[in-house]
């Protein structure tokens, strides 16, 4: 499989065949080895630049959130928690590097959080990143994606 060279620090993940025709990535924040798929090189690599270089604790960050939508199951990418309260703080959406980010995207995060209700919203495909505050009726886009430090007591 060809791995695309994403616009986030490269990563040394750890990684093992499955077959010849597939592969599998140890998650860190999940402790197991999970498919590699487009979407998951993605979301190892944007984990690894939160924790790495923007200071988001590991151990306040988790993969794969189940949320009840609408009596259904669904699962966040990314929620990034407090230190204090254990309440989400962000949630990360991830989509392939080839896939667009468009209003889709967004329409989803934002339904998952009328569940958790995160101040900070984030969306990428390993290419291009959004990051937005929820501020009352809305959103705010901000420029860089903010330290945890700068978000946490915020």
Not at 22 to 42: C, M, N, Q
Not at 89 to 103: D, G, N, R, S, W
Not at 131 to 141: E, H, L, M, S
């Amino acid at each position: 499989m060809q791995r695309p060279v994403l616009n986030l620090p490269p990563i040394q993940p750890r990684l093992r065949a499955v077959s010849c025709e597939s592969a599998e990535i140890f998650d860190p924040l999940r402790g197991k080895f999970v498919a590699l798929t487009p979407e998951e090189w993605v979301r190892q690599h944007f984990t690894a630049f939160l924790a790495g270089y923007l200071g988001y604790p590991p151990a306040l960050m988790a993969n794969e959130v189940s949320v009840r939508l609408n009596n259904t199951m669904r699962r966040c990418d990314t929620v990034v928690f407090m230190k204090h309260g254990m309440r989400p703080l962000m949630i990360v959406e991830y989509k392939a590097p080839h896939v667009a980010i468009t209003q889709k995207v967004f329409d989803q995060i934002a339904r998952y959080n009328m569940v958790l209700g995160a101040r900070w919203l984030v969306v990428s495909n390993g290419m291009t990143h959004y990051c937005c505050r929820v501020v009352p009726g809305g959103y705010t886009f901000v420029e860089r994606i903010p330290a945890y430090d700068s978000i946490e007591s915020d």
